[in-house]
């Protein structure tokens, strides 16, 4: 299981730390990722971190959002600086199967039930 937290209301440029808990399987080997889905957008790739630390991030959030991991508690965080108005939605964390394809959500096989982000400007 996935267990998203950590959304919110802020305002633009403020920070906020999003936490996915995974339970159940060896964590320690598991490549993992965020999407977000705004409404009436398709869900579009944020991050990834893969279990050896390697990071992709989608090119709207370079620079900005940060992925890491911590396998001691079973977690995985997605620090989000400088937030705008557009990084408003819903985001959810996700295990990949496919470690080729970390930046496409069918790669993924299990999700998290997502943390609402809203950003006002």
């Known amino acids: 299981q996935l267990q998203a937290s950590g959304g919110g209301l802020v305002q633009a440029g403020d920070s906020l730390r999003l936490s996915c808990a995974v339970s159940?399987?060896?964590?320690?080997?598991?490549?993992m990722g965020w999407f977000r889905q705004a409404p009436g957008k398709e869900r579009e790739f944020v991050a990834a971190?893969?279990?050896?630390?390697?990071?992709w991030y989608g090119d709207s959030v370079k620079g900005r959002f940060t992925i890491s991991r911590d396998n001691a508690k079973n977690t995985v965080y997605l620090q989000m600086n400088s937030l705008k108005p557009e990084d408003t939605a819903l985001y959810y964390c996700?295990?990949?199967?496919?470690?080729?394809?970390?930046?496409?959500?069918?790669?993924?096989?299990?999700w998290g039930q997502g943390t609402l982000v809203t950003v006002s400007s």
């Open positions: 971190i893969t279990w050896s630390d390697g990071t």
């Open positions: 996700a295990k990949n199967r496919l470690a080729w394809a970390m930046t496409k959500a069918n790669a993924y096989d299990y």
């Open positions: 159940g399987g060896t964590f320690s080997t598991y490549d």
